[in-house]
């Protein structure tokens, strides 16, 4: 079992959970990099530095989860970090042409996603002296930026993602609520260029991990129940 800080990101074979990886392997830790495609994930891992491993896992499988968790326990026998990053865009359509096939879709990925790797998990973060979850939220879920006109995601009109995001928000605070001697805190990345957006981000991969990064290396007596931004706090 290592003594060095147990970190896992989901979706992490690229854009801001493959750069949330690289900078938690810079501090030492040992970071389990979460990916479907295990080839695609084991060549993410291969261009980095560090204690990086890469653990098969499709949050939208019961099986996968569970198999993952039960891989961490045996090889590790606790986790410390636990990153939601996976996440899709889902179907961008008009609000009137949205049915519940669309929004299953993307709830599958971004609502039951965290869920089940945070259910399937808790018994490892339990172990730690200081369990952290990140989750990876979004400004487009939050009601009071999106009713900004001043702010660019205001401008955003979809029943699918946003609220996605928006139920994710909600899922932190109660956990965070129900797991008091957890650090629980939902990030938003900003306006990144990854390939969800087509590269279209005005921030870099670096700048859209900031916040994730701060929150996953928080101490015990850290935030919980927040949701912020590489430049403090977002309004739900």
Same mark, same amino acid.
């Given at each position: ?29 040992? *970071? ?49 970090v ?11 359509v008009?609000?009137?042409?949205t ?5 299953l ?9 965290p869920?089940? *790797? ?12 200081a369990?952290r979850?990140?989750? *990876? ?12 006109p001043?702010?660019l ?19 932190t ?26 590269h ?15 929150l ?12 912020t ?8």
């Open positions: 079992m290592t003594e060095s800080t147990i970190a896992l990101v989901t979706g992490a074979n690229k854009g801001i959970g493959a750069t949330v990886v690289r900078r938690l392997a810079a501090l030492g830790w040992t *970071v389990l990099l979460g990916s479907r495609d295990l080839e695609r994930g084991a060549e993410t891992a291969r261009a980095m530095e560090g204690d990086v491993v890469v653990l098969g896992l499709d949050v939208t499988s019961d099986e996968s989860v569970a198999a993952a968790a039960k891989e961490v326990a045996e090889r590790y026998g606790r986790l410390d636990l990153i939601n990053n996976a996440g899709i865009t889902g179907r961008w008009d609000p009137l042409e049915g519940p096939a669309d929004l879709a993307c709830y599958d990925t971004n609502v039951f996603g869920v089940r *790797v945070t259910r399937a998990f808790v018994p490892l973060l339990r172990r730690s002296a369990p979850i990140v989750m *990876v939220s979004s400004g487009n879920g939050s009601i009071g930026v999106t009713s900004d001043q702010r995601e205001h401008g955003i009109v979809s029943l699918t993602y946003p609220s996605s995001k928006t139920a994710l928000n909600m899922i605070t109660q956990y965070a609520k129900a797991l008091p001697e957890f650090r629980i805190n939902a990030a938003d990345p900003g306006f990144t260029a990854t390939d969800l957006n087509h279209s981000g005005h921030q870099t991969v670096e700048e859209g991990s900031d916040a994730i990064v701060a996953a290396t928080v101490g015990p007596a850290g935030p919980t129940g927040t949701f931004d590489r430049n403090g706090e977002v309004p739900w």
